[in-house]
């Protein structure tokens, strides 16, 4: 069946980019989201992207979607330390419809 | 900035007994969601609902589960009687429109049943 599927870890050094990668396989996904959980917090909505959308850059955020290789990614730039949590990459093509990577881990290393 | 809040934070029960989680969706949100998250696991669908009644339900959402809004602002969550398999941290969303929009998630309820 379809599945989201994203590596579980990321280390970074702060300051530097990070890059956190989705793959999904229903090309009938109409949005793609990415959502960051902190410990003991709820799932807080970065950003999401049309799949009539290439690109979409907010401020540090920037997301590319290749829907040709069904493959979703976020980077973070200048990433610092309170960047460090869980990066969810998540599709619908309804919102009944959702759903969810395993979730990245992003540390980030002073 | 509206958020949607869920409490209590953390609910403790013993196998059989009910549990009401409780959810406040953003108040121009018409469309509201509760979904699970098992430790280790990934984040599941459990239920919709919208101009109360619920939309779509998913296969773990069984006869021992039911939603209610009980009023203007709640949106809550039941387990008739609770199993040790139902711990996880259960996720309330809203959003403005079904398709259209984003879901907000609120900061979750870890449920412990022993």
């Known amino acids: 069946g379809e599945d989201v599927e994203q590596s579980l870890f990321l280390s970074v050094r702060e300051g530097d980019s990070s890059v956190i990668n989705c793959t999904y396989t229903?090309?009938?996904?109409?949005?793609l989201y990415w959502y960051k959980q902190e410990p003991g917090a709820g799932l807080q909505l970065l950003t999401y992207i049309f799949s009539n959308m290439d690109m979409k850059q907010d401020q540090r955020l920037t997301v590319l979607l290749n829907k040709k290789d069904k493959h979703l990614s976020l980077r973070i730039a200048d990433t610092q330390t309170g960047d460090s949590a869980i990066y969810f990459c998540?599709?619908?093509?309804?919102?009944?419809?959702?759903?969810f990577g395993a979730g990245t881990r992003l540390t980030v290393k002073p | 900035e509206p958020e949607v809040t869920q409490t209590p934070s953390h609910q403790v029960t013993q196998m059989g007994q009910e549990v009401i989680l409780r959810c406040v969706p953003i108040s121009n949100h018409l469309y509201f969601y509760w979904y699970r998250q098992i430790l280790g696991q990934k984040v599941e669908f459990l239920v919709s609902f919208y101009n109360n009644e619920i939309s779509e339900k998913s296969e773990i959402f069984d006869d021992q589960f039911s939603v209610e809004r009980p009023d203007g602002s709640n949106f809550t969550l039941k387990i008739r009687s609770t199993k040790l398999e139902d711990s996880a941290m259960y996720f309330c969303a809203s959003s403005w429109t079904g398709d259209n929009s984003p879901l907000h998630f609120g900061n979750g309820t870890r449920l412990t049943v022993t």
């Open positions: 229903d090309s009938s996904s109409t949005y």
């Open positions: 998540a599709e619908s093509i309804t919102a009944d419809d959702m759903r």
